[in-house]
């Protein structure tokens, strides 16, 4: 049986939200969407619950954090490219998402980071399957660079 996965964050604007994962190329359930709560479906098996503040309190009860000042997770999905990530990074920003830092170029591993609007971020990134496989420092070992700079 795999494995489904569900990510829960808050929004201040439900519809502002579904509209900005909509315009990242994924799509809404509406079986499990109403006026709390959008079941965007990453895939078949990896979905974000985007959730009103309100909504989302009711499962906790710690303090929910504004994604805006403080990071509560950053959540990397990995694309087959490089063009693929500046692709959706690009549809993220026409959709008034924010880009919080530069890009970040590590030779095995490329990867940028996209703010939602409400400050939730999401990290794209490109995995150079030979570095997946060997692993980072025996890949950087192969392209004649140095091993790379531990985060």
């Not at 509209?19 to 990896?46: K, M, Q, R």
């Not at 490329?110 to 025996?138: F, I």
């Amino acid at each position: 049986m795999a494995t489904n996965i569900f990510v829960n964050f808050t929004t201040s604007d439900l519809e502002r939200s579904k509209a900005f994962y909509e315009a990242l190329g994924y799509t809404i359930n509406p079986l499990f969407t109403d006026e709390n709560a959008a079941c965007v479906v990453l895939s078949d098996t990896i979905y974000f619950m985007v959730q009103t503040r309100e909504f989302y309190a009711t499962f906790t009860d710690k303090e929910i954090i504004d994604p805006r000042t403080q990071a509560g997770a950053s959540i990397g999905l990995s694309q087959d490219s490089r063009e693929e990530v500046d692709a959706i990074l690009a549809k993220g920003l026409e959709a008034g998402g924010s880009e919080p830092r530069p890009a970040q170029d590590y030779g095995f591993m490329y990867s940028r980071d996209l703010e939602d609007p409400d400050g939730n971020n999401l990290s794209y990134l490109y995995m150079a399957p030979a570095a997946v496989e060997k692993g980072p420092e025996l890949y950087m070992s192969e392209q004649g660079a140095g091993a790379p700079a531990q985060a």
